[in-house]
């Protein structure tokens, strides 16, 4: 059967267990400041990571709903991966199992992390990781609609073939699968239905034994772990042989379009045109260097309601950064005119130092129409040391929801996403943020910008 289905059209009835109703009507209405909030049988995951604690599940989700924002984490259905990452980066989506749960396979055992990493920045790799993660989280949607049962579980199946003491010592690749398990276990609670690791040898031990203390103890129940021997029973018993190709025990017949791509080693001639880029998924990038003690303004004068979204990383040390804003006034040509002291500002995010040399920082801000908003890029505590920031900054206009373009896709158009991309997010309106000119040390400053239209 084709994965291209019928547009969804069914109610979902769910199965949330009776004694959390209470609980689930209570979380709903603490997050109603949110809405529009995902479907009932979503949010009761919540409640279920934190064992019914309404309290501690609305703090999670909260959490959650701040990081999601911040990272522009549904924007990422629509980025378009690194070359070397389509190319290189073992895995692809095997089809529903009998309850309707994605299925996917990664045959970890033949990546090549450390060239993948020469080519891609530890953030790209992430990214790739979370825009699967994302990518099912929607698949589940999809057939809860199509099929008016709930789905919010996937499964994985991790193929560990060809895996190696090298792979397992990579300090990077140590450093990624931490972090992952740090993000899924806070934003995807309870979506792990099962995983399947197969073909594991000793060195897989090293591994595990460094990722498995940031996995919860319900995760960890759900992980069942194979030698080259006596998974293909196991496998077969849970999931449908149709879904999975002959070499991992099914009886799929995979065409070109559709086949799991099996990694592999980063060749020597990609590796020498390709550099990472850590700044992901933003358009332009700028470079500027701050001086020792001093500061650089990025202001923007907002005529229409919109995000103001940021991602930058430093060279040479952390930085301070911050968001002020002032309310903007326009000469009767339409040029906003403004000379003001620090004291007529308002703090939007106070400066605060942040480890800008180890780790990029992202951040979205909604913006009033009315107001300038000043970005500064704080260094005036260092006496000695210069920085160099790269950084982009972009403005989101207009009226899209990517959430519910995203929710629109095809089955298959989910799937090819995943290494495709869907091309320039050309229905959302954005604006390049100009170059800022280096400021002085005084902290007063003038804007002379036309406004933007």
């Known amino acids: 059967t084709s994965t291209r289905d019928i547009e969804p059209t069914m109610p979902v009835k769910s199965a949330t267990p009776e004694k959390s109703v209470t609980g689930l009507s209570d979380l709903i209405l603490r997050l109603e400041d949110l809405t529009p909030l995902p479907a009932r049988h979503e949010m009761a995951r919540w409640l279920v990571a934190t064992q019914d604690n309404v309290e501690e599940a609305e703090a999670m989700f909260r959490a959650s709903s701040t990081w999601r924002r911040q990272a522009g984490v549904d924007r990422l259905i629509q980025w378009r991966p690194p070359v070397v990452l389509r190319n290189y980066y073992p895995g692809g989506f095997a089809g529903f199992d009998r309850e309707g749960c994605p299925v996917w396979i990664i045959p970890f055992g033949q990546a090549d992390v450390k060239g993948m990493l020469a080519c891609v920045s530890k953030e790209e790799f992430m990214d790739f990781t979370l825009k699967i993660v994302e990518c099912s989280m929607l698949l589940m949607k999809k057939k809860s609609q199509m099929s008016g049962k709930p789905v919010s579980q996937h499964v994985f199946i991790f193929d560990?073939?060809?895996?190696?003491?090298?792979?397992?010592?990579?300090?990077?690749?140590?450093?990624?699968?931490?972090?992952?398990?740090?993000?899924?276990?806070?934003?995807?609670?309870?979506?792990?239905?099962?995983?399947?690791?197969?073909?594991?040898?000793?060195?897989?031990?090293?591994?595990?034994?460094?990722?498995?203390?940031?996995?919860?103890?319900?995760?960890?129940?759900?992980?069942?772990?194979?030698?080259?021997?006596?998974?293909?029973?196991?496998?077969?018993?849970?999931?449908?042989?149709?879904?999975?190709?002959?070499?991992?025990?099914?009886?799929?017949?995979v065409d070109h379009e559709h086949q799991i791509c099996l990694g592999g080693e980063v060749s020597q001639d990609d590796q020498s045109q390709y550099q990472p880029q850590e700044i992901t998924d933003m358009g332009d990038i700028c470079t500027i260097k701050i001086g020792p003690g001093a500061l650089i303004y990025?202001?923007?004068?907002?005529?229409?309601?919109?995000?103001?979204?940021?991602?930058?990383?430093?060279?040479?040390?952390?930085?301070?950064?911050?968001?002020?804003?002032?309310?903007?006034?326009?000469?009767?040509?339409?040029?906003?005119?403004?000379?003001?002291?620090?004291?007529?500002?308002?703090?939007?995010?106070?400066?605060?130092?942040?480890?800008?040399?180890?780790?990029?920082?992202?951040?979205?801000?909604?913006?009033?129409?009315?107001?300038?908003?000043?970005?500064?890029?704080?260094?005036?505590?260092?006496?000695?040391?210069?920085?160099?920031?790269?950084?982009?900054?972009?403005?989101?206009?207009?009226?899209?929801?990517?959430?519910?373009?995203?929710?629109?896709?095809?089955?298959?158009?989910?799937?090819?996403?995943?290494?495709?991309?869907?091309?320039?997010?050309?229905?959302?309106?954005?604006?390049?943020?100009?170059?800022?000119?280096?400021?002085?040390?005084?902290?007063?400053?003038?804007?002379?910008?036309k406004s933007s239209g």
């Not at 591994?207 to 319900?218: C, E, N, R």
């Not at 800008?356 to 951040?363: E, K």
């Not at 009226?399 to 995203?406: A, E």
């Open 160 to 253: 560990l073939e060809g895996f190696s003491l090298k792979a397992a010592t990579h300090g990077p690749t140590m450093e990624i699968l931490q972090k992952l398990i740090s993000v899924y276990e806070a934003n995807y609670p309870e979506t792990l239905k099962a995983a399947y690791v197969l073909n594991a040898s000793s060195f897989f031990q090293i591994v595990f034994k460094i990722v498995q203390s940031a996995v919860q103890q319900k995760t960890l129940s759900k992980i069942q772990v194979f030698g080259a021997e006596g998974w293909k029973e196991p496998l077969l018993s849970a999931l449908p042989a149709g879904i999975l190709p002959a070499q991992w025990g099914g009886t799929k017949i």
């Open 298 to 449: 990025q202001k923007y004068t907002v005529d229409k309601d919109c995000s103001l979204r940021w991602k930058f990383k430093s060279e040479g040390g952390d930085l301070g950064f911050g968001v002020q804003r002032k309310i903007s006034e326009k000469t009767s040509d339409g040029v906003s005119v403004e000379e003001f002291s620090s004291g007529d500002i308002k703090d939007v995010l106070t400066i605060t130092r942040v480890s800008s040399h180890t780790d990029v920082q992202a951040g979205v801000l909604s913006c009033q129409a009315g107001y300038t908003y000043v970005l500064t890029f704080d260094n005036t505590y260092s006496r000695f040391k210069a920085k160099t920031v790269i950084y982009s900054v972009i403005m989101e206009t207009g009226d899209t929801d990517l959430q519910m373009s995203n929710e629109k896709l095809t089955v298959d158009e989910l799937v090819k996403s995943v290494r495709e991309g869907l091309g320039p997010q050309e229905d959302i309106k954005k604006k390049k943020i100009q170059t800022p000119k280096k400021s002085k040390h005084s902290k007063k400053f003038s804007l002379k910008k």
